[in-house]
């Protein structure tokens, strides 16, 4: 499965490796914001080579992902600052999470899923999900 999806996507496996190489070489990894991870702390006690390359590689993907997460949550509050109705309060990995009127969620649902979309500008695009409930246990 690993060798198919490599042959179908070959920039890919060429940056993990190019990710991999940078971070034995300089000891870190940087997101496509510029936070360093060093990755000797983050493998400390991991023997498996395998596993610091893991490592080496996620960092900087996951690093971004929570980068552009950031940056959406900044964009959002500043989108609704003067909105008392309108509530960013939770970020879990990827997600935002928000509260505001029944009659409102699709507006507020709409403009989350707009600002997480246009938070960054990358080579692939930033897909988006929207989910709504009356509390935390339906979303």
């Given at each position: 499965?690993?060798?198919?999806?490599?042959?179908?996507?070959?920039?890919?496996?060429?940056?993990?490796?190019?990710?991999?190489?940078?971070?034995?070489?300089?000891?870190?990894?940087?997101?496509?914001?510029?936070?360093?991870?060093?990755?000797?702390?983050?493998?400390?006690?991991?023997?498996?080579?395998?596993?610091?390359?893991?490592?080496?590689?996620?960092?900087?993907?996951?690093?971004?992902?929570?980068?552009?997460?950031?940056?959406?949550?900044?964009?959002?509050?500043?989108?609704?600052?003067?909105?008392?109705e309108?509530?960013?309060?939770?970020?879990?990995?990827?997600?935002?999470?928000?509260?505001?009127?029944?009659?409102?969620?699709?507006?507020?649902?709409e403009?989350?899923?707009?600002?997480?979309?246009?938070?960054?500008?990358?080579?692939?695009?930033?897909?988006?999900?929207?989910?709504?409930?009356?509390?935390?246990?339906?979303v």
């Open positions: 499965i690993v060798k198919k999806y490599f042959k179908a996507l070959p920039r890919v496996e060429r940056y993990l490796e190019e990710s991999a190489e940078q971070a034995k070489e300089r000891g870190y990894t940087r997101t496509l914001w510029g936070r360093i991870r060093p990755v000797a702390e983050a493998a400390e006690g991991l023997r498996d080579r395998s596993a610091r390359k893991r490592i080496a590689v996620n960092s900087p993907i996951q690093g971004t992902a929570a980068d552009v997460a950031r940056k959406a949550m900044v964009d959002f509050q500043e989108r609704f600052q003067n909105d008392d309108v509530h960013l309060f939770l970020q879990v990995h990827d997600s935002l999470i928000c509260e505001c009127p029944p009659e409102r969620a699709s507006e507020v649902g403009a989350l899923a707009d600002t997480m979309r246009s938070a960054a500008s990358l080579a692939v695009p930033l897909e988006t999900e929207g989910k709504r409930g009356s509390s935390l246990a339906d």
